[in-house]
């Protein structure tokens, strides 16, 4: 009988504590390049919980896994106290630590994997080392190091393709992980449950790639695809072009198969701005096809594990390959690899759960092992200038196949190393101890050469590396390309009189554009010299003489001609334009108006109450040059009896009858008219031709009784007063 298997517990320097013999439900659950953790439960009661189980203390399965006990929830049923325990694998504390800033790497070409994970490791203290245990090809590296050691980590995964697989604190680095252990899922033998699922919603049977600065394949050799790759391309008319790519897609073998009368293709499209080179960029638009021409399919199993019973028997694996028969759900054999594995190793009674998904069977070496790869290693001959020697080997045996294949003769003399074209014996190239000549003359002079101090030659044709410097010139008569961007007119960037930084930032003494579209502008002092504007399709412009012209409106010289004017678009406003001038109360009603008609308005102005209607207006008629003013009723008042209201000139108060003036109101004394009293004095002397106030006459009245017949007869001669 089997021995009993139990958890074991460490504290946090991993010091043995004992075994776990109380624990159950213990559960672990590995995705591929993802979650590495270990659930478990013990009684509240048992020494487990109490004694051996310490936050950010270990627990170490049957694997010899080492796990940090990272949390603990407790849970009461009843009078049962049960504590759910998380773990995560040792190899997440890579969180822990923080990669160094002087590591960065901001920008690097041509970077072997072990150097990053060499770095990730020293950040550690070399804590954590790495086992590099495939061959992976050299990439270009940018912006790494920012953020915790586990970022960097992942930022290699990403970059380089790889699966991992920790050892503890040894870290694997594979291009697969797993392997075909002949695995099977079937049913009626180990299948509990399954579920099937395929999905062609990301069907792609057309790949199209762009990499940085939106370049694509276009141009390129077509010799640089595989033979399967040409043919698929081939059969579509202007595909390739003399021997170079005229599209930028690659074609699925499957694509027939998918293809309707709707859709001959289904496209996708791969942009990625980290990819410089063509090769890379080949690599990259082949992977995303593969991994996109067939259904996605994902496989749930619930499965019993015969292993745990008959050692004979494979025990599944993340990352292996399995074939899964199932009839029923339509699984004839499908062959794909375990994803997820959530697994119960110290328990019969529960089965592990598996996640199978389709990948690309082939590994990406495989799938390129036919290129012709000396179409793309005299690029990757230099780097920083300086020449790579294992590339440089590969080269040369690479170029003995290519002369043995072309009509070139292979010589030797006193110079080096001269191939030597047998159908024109001047075309020669000649490696010498000092360098690689290119010449067209037999070697008399050469047309382009290479040596340590440089390249040499009339003309470069086709894309450069990657450069981190070049300069053109001498002194501060250069122009330059370098990490700051491209200057020009001074050997110190910042102090260049042209000069475009990263950012997209121009600095230029002068500049002149036969067309140019500014999305914003800066100009110096504000002023634009000898331009025009047209905003609007000509609804907004300013001529070269700066003339302005608005849609109706003109101003030339200080004068603005057709424009309406206004304080506000509604409301309480004053409005000017060709009708004339207006005033509005709150409510819009016009309330003074000038209009400029050809009738006698054209020299009013005209007031209107709040209802719109005229009340008064002060006009004047050309006719006769008289001011006049009329009103429902006029008021001429002073807010001060220490300002009178004057009135000068003569008054008249007269006019037709229906216009007879009244005047009423008045309170003068006679003083207060001007030459009233001596006209008053005159007529008195007229009277008696004396003094006023001595004047008397004698009255004679005749006899009379006023009607009342018993009075007495009055009448007589009577003399008046003098007063």
């Known amino acids: 009988m089997a021995q009993k298997k139990y958890l074991e517990s460490y504290d946090k320097n991993r010091k043995r504590i004992g075994i776990l013999v109380d624990a159950f439900n213990i559960q672990r659950t590995r995705r591929i390049n993802s979650d590495y953790s270990l659930t478990f439960t013990v009684p509240m009661s048992s020494a487990d919980y109490l004694d051996k189980i310490v936050l950010k203390g270990h627990v170490k399965d049957e694997r010899g896994q080492y796990y940090i006990v990272n949390s603990r929830s407790r849970t009461r049923d009843g009078r049962k106290l049960t504590a759910s325990i998380e773990c995560s694998h040792v190899m997440f504390k890579l969180a822990d630590y923080k990669y160094p800033y002087a590591s960065y ?63 503890n604190y040894v870290i694997h680095l594979r291009k697969k992980i797993g392997q075909d252990r002949g695995l099977q899922y079937r049913i009626r033998k180990n299948i509990v449950s399954s579920s099937f699922k395929d999905d062609t919603n ?16 276009i141009g390129q050799p077509a010799s640089m695809l595989t033979a399967d790759e040409r043919a698929l391309l081939a059969a579509v008319p202007g595909a390739i072009v003399n021997g170079n790519l005229a599209v930028n897609y690659l074609i699925s073998p499957y694509a027939q198969y998918w293809a309707t009368d709707v859709n001959a293709f289904y496209d996708g499209e791969l942009i990625d701005q980290n990819i410089t080179t063509y090769a890379d960029l080949l690599e990259a638009q082949r992977k995303a096809l593969r991994e996109s021409e067939i259904p996605a399919l994902e496989i749930s199993v619930s499965a019993a594990d015969i292993h745990k019973l008959d050692s004979a028997e494979p025990a599944p694996d993340l990352g292996d390959t399995v074939t899964c028969v199932d009839p029923a759900l339509g699984m004839q054999g499908i062959t794909a690899r375990i994803t997820e594995l959530i697994e119960y190793p110290y328990s019969n009674e529960q089965q592990s759960q598996v996640t199978i998904a389709n990948v690309m069977m082939r590994d990406m070496t495989d799938i390129i092992a036919d290129l012709e790869k000396s179409k793309n290693i005299v690029s990757n001959l230099f780097s920083n200038g300086t020449i790579r020697t294992e590339l440089f080997e590969a080269f040369a045996k690479q170029a003995v196949v290519d002369v043995n294949a072309s009509k070139t003769e292979v010589k030797y003399d006193t110079r080096g190393i001269i191939l030597q074209d047998k159908t024109d014996a001047r075309n020669q190239v000649i490696m010498t101890s000092n360098g690689i000549i290119f010449s067209k003359d037999g070697g008399a002079t050469a047309m382009t050469a290479i040596n340590a101090n440089g390249i040499a030659a009339p003309a470069i044709v086709g894309q450069l590396g990657s450069f981190v410097s070049l300069l053109i010139g001498s002194g501060n008569n250069v122009t330059q390309i370098n990490t700051n961007g491209i200057a020009a007119g001074h050997s110190v960037f910042n102090s260049a009189p042209f000069r475009v930084d990263m950012q997209g930032n121009v600095t230029a003494n002068r500049l002149t554009a036969n067309s140019a579209n500014i999305f914003s502008s800066n100009f110096t002092n504000g002023a634009i010299v000898g331009s025009s504007i047209n905003v609007g399709n000509g609804k907004f412009t300013v001529d070269s003489a700066g003339n302005m012209y608005t849609e109706g409106s003109t101003t030339v010289g200080g004068t603005i001609t057709g424009s309406l004017i206004r304080t506000a678009s509604s409301g309480r406003r004053v409005e000017l334009d060709v009708q004339g001038f207006r005033s509005y109360d709150a409510s819009g009603r016009i309330r003074i108006q000038i209009a400029t008609t050809d009738d006698s308005t054209a020299a009013a102005l005209i007031f209107r109450d709040t209802n719109g209607s005229s009340v008064g207006e002060i006009n004047t008629y050309a006719s006769t040059g008289t001011l006049t003013m009329y009103g429902n009723n006029i008021v001429i008042g002073s807010n001060n009896t220490g300002n009178p209201i004057r009135l000068q000139g003569s008054v008249t108060m007269a006019g037709p009858a229906e216009f007879r003036s009244t005047v009423t109101g008045l309170n003068l004394t006679i003083s207060q008219i001007q030459g009233l009293q001596s006209q008053i004095d005159s007529i008195w002397v007229a009277l008696n031709g004396k003094a006023p106030l001595n004047h008397t006459h004698t009255v004679t009245l005749p006899t009379h009784n006023h009607g009342l017949s018993n009075a007495t007869n009055w009448g007589g001669t009577f003399t008046t007063s003098s007063a």
């Open 105 to 167: 790497i901001s920008e690097a070409y041509g970077v072997h994997i072990s150097q990053l994970t060499s770095a990730i490791s020293a950040a550690t203290g070399g804590k954590y080392t790495f086992s590099i245990d495939d061959t992976f090809p050299l990439h270009d590296v940018k912006d790494f190091g920012r953020g915790n050691a586990l970022e960097a980590l992942n930022a290699v995964i990403s970059m380089y393709g790889a699966e991992v697989e920790p050892d």
């Open 202 to 217: 990301t069907l792609v049977t057309r790949m199209f790639a762009q990499m940085k600065d939106g370049r694509t394949l």
